[in-house]
């Protein structure tokens, strides 16, 4: 059980909300990687990263001299528990993929 | 270049060794893990194996990798079939588990899976792990684990 405080105001900046999207299409993102497609200074995704770290939504790994940024669902997970009875979850999630697969459809 | 892996991590309330036994113990695998089994002895280089929930025969193998128990535990799977039922012969895959003790009987789990085909293969591990992940710890954080859907 994390801090849902510290998820909510994590989650309730959008320039946040783009580095959680960024992440979750391209998993394992450096710092330079992750500024050169944002339209964000260096300084002020880092100081998003850190916001995002201290809520568990971004764990960072260090390969070698590198630190690679990943998205971690747990808090999201947990926020949902905390709502959504662990039975429903699982209709829920197989709700959330049919849409998924029907959206998928639509587009192709 | 990104490091295509899918990371998990969650502060459950229970002790280092409690978490280890449910991650290597088959008969508490089966409790969380949608029926299935995972079993091996555990010594660095022998087999892992998976077997399904409902037919009990073995879906995925792979090696142990890396065993400090109960710290961290590492091993390689992957199918025995490809989704055509023909012999899988993609590589390996590779998870991590990282146990680290935290105050007031918590444990930090922190799982990592890599060494995946491609950026594309998150997604897919991401919708695998997440509920297994969430059972695991409603299943050691109590009052029971998640009853098969009726």
């Avoid at chain 1, 998993?27 to 998003?48: F, I, P, W, Y």
């Avoid at chain 2, 060794?17 to 010594?43: H, M």
Wanted: proline share 5%.
């Amino acid at each position: 059980m994390q801090d849902d405080g510290a998820v909510f105001r994590a989650l309730a900046d959008a320039s946040r909300r783009l580095l959680l999207d960024s992440l979750h299409a391209h998993n394992g993102q450096t710092l330079r990687e992750l500024c050169s497609h944002l339209d964000m200074s260096r300084q002020a995704v880092s100081k998003h990263l850190a916001i995002l770290e201290a809520a568990h939504l971004v764990v960072v790994l260090r390969q070698g001299r590198e630190k690679r940024h990943y998205l971690n669902p747990a808090p999201i997970v947990d926020i949902a528990g905390r709502w959504i009875g662990r039975y429903e979850r699982r209709r829920v999630t197989a709700l959330a993929e049919l849409k998924r697969q029907l959206e998928e459809e639509s587009r192709e | 270049m990104s490091e295509p892996a899918f990371v998990y991590q969650s502060d459950i309330a229970t002790t280092p060794e409690r978490l280890w036994a449910a991650l290597t113990s088959g008969e508490l695998t089966r409790q969380y893990w949608f029926g299935r089994r995972i079993e091996s002895d555990w010594a660095v280089g022998s087999p892992v194996l998976f077997y399904d929930g409902d037919t009990d025969i073995v879906t995925d193998t792979g090696t142990v990798l890396e065993c400090d128990r109960p710290r961290r535990l590492v091993y390689s799977f992957r199918p025995q079939v490809d989704v055509h039922g023909e012999p899988f012969t993609g590589d390996f895959t590779r998870v991590a588990f990282g146990l680290e003790p935290l105050a007031a009987d918590r444990v930090r789990l922190r799982l990592v899976h890599d060494q995946l085909a491609g950026p594309d293969d998150v997604g897919g591990w991401e919708q695998g792990w997440t509920p297994i992940l969430a059972n695991l710890q409603v299943f050691l954080e109590g009052p029971a684990p998640t009853a098969p859907a009726g």
